[in-house]
């Protein structure tokens, strides 16, 4: 059974820093493309971050760029998302996505959801 | 950046009828890389359609997609009671964008 499991969450100040991991299980994890999403309290989904099959390519939505970094280890099959310069418009529960076609690094759907973690940025 | 526009914001149905939800792009969106989602309250996203008209591993066959280019619509031929809620159109390029959702509620 697929299962992702996200940690990392919780309340930070302004222009502070986070990290989100994303314990994968189920699949073999080194085949298939990772993302990231989130979601703001009573708002949509908003994609956030990608990463290759490798982890040599990553992209990121313009919101985020330069502040967010993506990677992920194959070594305990978990995905990361290290957050920096946060701010209250950050605030969302955070949610990691398997990308659905093993070997593509984009341009797939998005078939297996973790549960999310929730980020609060305030002072 | 591709968006997308769903329409109409909330729906409002009762249990056996047709379900029409759109999907605009501002530009034209290949037909393999468009998707729908289902979320409920407190859930994750789950993946209903893919390449616009392909049911993901166990959606049942009321759900039916389709659409070209700019327009993308997703049916729900009749609605059952765990059908009722939020739905989201998503472009999965590049650079992935999802739209506002649509709220389908019991009238």
């Known amino acids: 059974e697929v299962r992702l499991l996200e940690s990392g969450g919780g309340l930070v100040q302004p222009g502070g820093s986070l990290r989100l991991s994303c314990a994968a299980s189920?699949?073999?994890?080194?085949?298939?493309?990772m993302s990231w999403v989130r979601q703001a309290p009573g708002k949509g989904l908003e994609w956030v971050s990608g990463?290759?099959?490798?982890?040599?390519?990553?992209y990121f939505a313009d919101s985020v760029k330069d502040r967010f970094t993506i990677s992920r280890d194959h070594s305990d099959n978990t995905l990361y998302l290290q957050m920096n310069s946060l701010r209250a418009e950050d605030t969302a529960v955070y949610y990691c996505a398997r990308l659905q076609f093993s070997g593509y690094n984009y341009g797939s759907p998005f078939d297996y959801w973790g549960q999310g973690t929730l980020v609060t940025v305030s002072s | 950046e591709i968006v997308l526009t769903q329409s109409p914001g909330t729906l409002s149905l009762s249990p056996g009828e047709r379900a029409t939800l759109s999907c605009r792009a501002s530009q034209r969106v290949s037909s393999s890389y468009l998707a729908w989602y289902q979320q409920k309250p407190g859930q994750a996203p789950r993946l209903l359609i893919y390449?616009?008209?392909s049911r993901a591993t166990g959606i049942p066959d009321r759900f039916s997609g389709s659409g070209s280019g700019t327009d993308f619509t997703l049916t729900i031929s009749r609605l059952e009671p765990e059908d009722f809620a939020v739905y989201y159109c998503q472009q999965y390029g590049r650079s992935p964008t999802f739209g506002g959702g649509t709220k389908v509620e019991i009238k």
């Open positions: 390449g616009t008209s």
């Open positions: 189920g699949f073999t994890f080194n085949t298939y493309a």
């Open positions: 990463i290759s099959v490798t982890g040599d390519n990553t």
